[in-house]
């Protein structure tokens, strides 16, 4: 049934949001249904603690932040080696193991119009960014005689278009039944007065909520649910982007299994003290990444007996989970990071506005908080030439050419 326009009136009116019905009659039907669902299901009153939060100054003064301990995969003995690939491969043999790849993004930076999953990086085969991952699962699934679930969390702008080239593709020969789609989260962006923004539509202007989002969004489409109703203990999380990902890692998950921890990634070694990325870290005792903003040129230059950068272990997005980790994680809120940005919208008359510097907030969640709600985790250095090629810029470093190169010199074609 829906919300009525009274209703609708009532609530934005209640929290001081008239504008965003400045442009009601103007809509058409379609537009109006739209923005009644968005009004019924956004929490105005997050909203506005998100917009407070914004006059908030943040401050790391006080953090104590120290090295975190981590494997080095190549340095393995022989004897560690078998005994971690033992555990995870015998949980992976065991139908315990899923697969989560975050794939809500448009190709837009890659001047290309649908999916990023759907970009092509330029390969003699002319292979999809998602046929590459699906080859990988597929592999490995073959390799430990059993069928890996995987879960791959689009977002409205691209969940039909994505759901379309699986099925155009016959699911790249993965058996569709083990393939599930579920869609991220959004929250509202909102001026520098508070006010939430009404896009160019007229309906309410909102964006991702952040790779953190990751966890709710799994316990509000039954994703955790239905892992543990197939008896699934683990979930890896990565993104869409990097080409060469290791989705199915038993040498992970069997240092996971023999810590007895519910989190763990992947790092490689920064390539220079000033490359800006997040490290991981201990934080206040707790497990972490901190921003390349957070540290000082000191911390990040420092060396140990060895000439290693003691805070050199890039966080590269490659996350693995234990379900109860992700369920209590959903539980709670992942604090939220507030990004600058500018932002064209439709102001109370019906005209676009297109700013010309930053005017409105997006609020984001970033899924390595979700470290700090563990008493510990794990961490697997491994080598960036063999696991991480990521496609994020048109040109430059992590671009499609350079993606393109360290994937074919790692499959040697």
């Given at each position: 049934m829906g919300i009525s326009y009274e209703e609708m009136k009532t609530k934005v009116e209640k929290y001081n949001q008239t504008q965003i019905m400045s442009n009601y009659e103007r809509l058409n039907d379609q537009a109006k249904s739209e923005l009644a669902e968005q009004i019924e299901r956004i929490d105005f009153d997050q909203v506005n603690k998100l917009y407070e939060s914004t006059k908030e100054e943040i401050s790391f003064e006080n953090d104590v932040i120290e090295p975190i301990a981590y494997v080095e995969k190549d340095k393995l003995s022989e004897e560690?080696?078998?005994?971690?690939?033992?555990?995870?491969?015998?949980?992976?043999?065991?139908?315990?193991?899923?697969?989560?790849?975050?794939?809500?993004?448009?190709?837009?930076?890659?001047?290309?119009?649908?999916?990023?999953?759907?970009f092509d990086i330029g390969l003699d085969s002319h292979k999809s960014i998602f046929e590459i991952l699906s080859d990988n699962i597929k592999e490995e699934s073959e390799k430990y005689n059993v069928m890996i679930p995987w879960y791959i969390m689009t977002s409205k702008e691209n969940n039909d278009q994505t759901k379309e080239f699986f099925e155009q593709n016959n699911y790249f020969g993965y058996d569709k039944n083990y393939v599930k789609f579920f869609q991220q989260g959004k929250l509202p962006m909102c001026d520098e007065n508070g006010k939430i923004l009404v896009n160019e539509k007229g309906i309410i202007k909102e964006a991702s909520d952040g790779h953190g989002g990751i966890f709710q969004s799994m316990k509000r489409n039954n994703v955790t649910e239905d892992m543990k109703n197939k008896g699934i203990e683990w979930a890896f999380i990565g993104p869409v982007d990097n080409v060469l990902v290791k989705m199915v890692d038993p040498v992970l998950l069997g240092v996971m299994i023999d810590k007895k921890v519910l989190g763990g990634g992947k790092s490689v070694v920064k390539a220079n003290p000033s490359e800006k990325v997040g490290v991981f870290c201990k934080r206040n005792g707790k497990p972490g990444v901190v921003e390349y903003t957070e540290i000082s040129k000191e911390m990040a230059e420092q060396v140990d007996e060895n000439g290693e950068l003691v805070f050199g272990e890039s966080h590269i997005n490659c996350n693995l989970f234990n379900v109860n980790a992700i369920e209590e994680v959903a539980n709670k809120n992942l604090p939220y990071h507030i990004a600058h940005k500018k932002a064209s919208y439709l102001d109370e008359n019906g005209n676009i506005v297109v700013p010309e510097k930053p005017n409105a907030y997006k609020f984001e969640s970033f899924i390595f908080d979700a470290f700090d709600m563990l008493d510990d985790m794990a961490i697997l250095r491994v080598k960036r030439e063999e696991e991480f090629a990521p496609v994020k810029n048109a040109e430059g470093t992590d671009s499609p050419e350079t993606a393109r190169e360290l994937y074919k010199k790692y499959y040697n074609i």
């Amino acid at each position: 049934m829906g919300i009525s326009y009274e209703e609708m009136k009532t609530k934005v009116e209640k929290y001081n949001q008239t504008q965003i019905m400045s442009n009601y009659e103007r809509l058409n039907d379609q537009a109006k249904s739209e923005l009644a669902e968005q009004i019924e299901r956004i929490d105005f009153d997050q909203v506005n603690k998100l917009y407070e939060s914004t006059k908030e100054e943040i401050s790391f003064e006080n953090d104590v932040i120290e090295p975190i301990a981590y494997v080095e995969k190549d340095k393995l003995s022989e004897e560690d080696l078998q005994k971690y690939l033992n555990l995870g491969e015998t949980a992976i043999k065991e139908g315990k193991y899923s697969v989560v790849t975050m794939a809500g993004g448009q190709g837009t930076r890659l001047g290309h119009s649908g999916p990023k999953g759907t970009f092509d990086i330029g390969l003699d085969s002319h292979k999809s960014i998602f046929e590459i991952l699906s080859d990988n699962i597929k592999e490995e699934s073959e390799k430990y005689n059993v069928m890996i679930p995987w879960y791959i969390m689009t977002s409205k702008e691209n969940n039909d278009q994505t759901k379309e080239f699986f099925e155009q593709n016959n699911y790249f020969g993965y058996d569709k039944n083990y393939v599930k789609f579920f869609q991220q989260g959004k929250l509202p962006m909102c001026d520098e007065n508070g006010k939430i923004l009404v896009n160019e539509k007229g309906i309410i202007k909102e964006a991702s909520d952040g790779h953190g989002g990751i966890f709710q969004s799994m316990k509000r489409n039954n994703v955790t649910e239905d892992m543990k109703n197939k008896g699934i203990e683990w979930a890896f999380i990565g993104p869409v982007d990097n080409v060469l990902v290791k989705m199915v890692d038993p040498v992970l998950l069997g240092v996971m299994i023999d810590k007895k921890v519910l989190g763990g990634g992947k790092s490689v070694v920064k390539a220079n003290p000033s490359e800006k990325v997040g490290v991981f870290c201990k934080r206040n005792g707790k497990p972490g990444v901190v921003e390349y903003t957070e540290i000082s040129k000191e911390m990040a230059e420092q060396v140990d007996e060895n000439g290693e950068l003691v805070f050199g272990e890039s966080h590269i997005n490659c996350n693995l989970f234990n379900v109860n980790a992700i369920e209590e994680v959903a539980n709670k809120n992942l604090p939220y990071h507030i990004a600058h940005k500018k932002a064209s919208y439709l102001d109370e008359n019906g005209n676009i506005v297109v700013p010309e510097k930053p005017n409105a907030y997006k609020f984001e969640s970033f899924i390595f908080d979700a470290f700090d709600m563990l008493d510990d985790m794990a961490i697997l250095r491994v080598k960036r030439e063999e696991e991480f090629a990521p496609v994020k810029n048109a040109e430059g470093t992590d671009s499609p050419e350079t993606a393109r190169e360290l994937y074919k010199k790692y499959y040697n074609i």
